[in-house]
T-cell receptor, first 112, second 115 residues
Framework: GQQLNQSPQSMFIQEGEDVSMNCTSS?????WLWYKQDPGEGPVLLIALYKAGELTSNGRLTAQFGITRKDSFLNISASIPSDVGIYFCAGSSIQGAQKLVFGQGTRLTINP | DTGVSQDPRHKITKRGQNVTFRCDPI?????LYWYRQTLGQGPEFLTYFQNEAQLEKSRLLSDRFSAERPKGSFSTLEIQRTEQGDSAMYLCASSRQGFMNTEAFFGQGTRLTVV
């Protein structure tokens, strides 16, 4: 079945640093989404990508849909304490965000 | 707040008991999804509905699991004869139908603990 490899699994950074994480797939995806999840809560949508090569920003967050359709990355600039959490990539091989396949998550810890 | 709502937030049950969870999607969304998430993992797809029709079920959804969306609005997920391996966070999400702008929004989840 489809699998997403998300890396790194965890990151420990200083407040103010930039963060980069990525996701690769064994097969082509037509939709990529990035979510953030806090403990005990559901995932919250950050960015949605629908076209290969698309680069989209949401405040300090920037994500790109890889040209090969098999990868995506998320960057966070100038990290702040509230960025702490687990970030998940998710992809759908069907056009539109149906039946998402999720990565295993990147746990972000920020030292003040 | 008109986001996805799930009830209950937490459920502790004894092995062998039946449990039922409810999900109320965003009102204008006609697609509804159920996912399961275990500790340290990403959510895994279980099933989804378009209006009242259940269009796909994962092989993760054993015969003890059943989901319904009788009027195309709220949905229920029932687990019969619960096992300790059923302990997980059960997440509901909803989205619009279409090819673009069909982002799936998640509820806060129901955490099930089977003892």
């Amino acid at each position: 079945g489809q699998q997403l490899n998300q890396s790194p699994q965890s990151m420990f950074i200083q407040e103010g640093e930039d963060v980069s994480m990525n996701c690769t797939s064994s097969s082509i995806f037509n939709t990529w989404l990035w979510y953030k999840q806090d403990p005990g809560e559901g995932p919250v949508l950050l960015i949605a990508l629908y076209k290969a090569g698309e680069l989209t920003s949401n405040g300090r967050l920037t994500a790109q849909f890889g040209i090969t359709r098999k990868d995506s990355f998320l960057n966070i600039s100038a990290s702040i304490p509230s960025d702490v959490g687990i970030y998940f990539c998710a992809g759908s091989s069907i056009q539109g965000a149906q039946k998402l396949v999720f990565g295993q998550g990147t746990r972000l810890t920020i030292n003040p | 707040d008109t986001g996805v709502s799930q009830d209950p937030r937490h459920k502790i049950t004894k092995r062998g008991q039946n449990v039922t969870f409810r999900c109320d999607p965003i009102s204008e969304h006609n697609r509804l999804y159920w996912y399961r998430q275990t500790l340290g993992q990403g959510p895994e797809f279980l099933t989804y509905f378009q209006n009242e029709a259940q269009l796909e079920k994962s092989r993760l959804l054993s015969d003890r699991f059943s989901a319904e969306r009788p009027k195309g609005s709220f949905s229920t997920l029932e687990i019969q004869r619960t096992e300790q391996g059923d302990s997980a966070m059960y997440l509901c999400a909803s989205s619009r139908q279409g090819f673009m702008n069909t982002e799936a929004f998640f509820g806060q989840g129901t955490r099930l603990t089977v003892v």
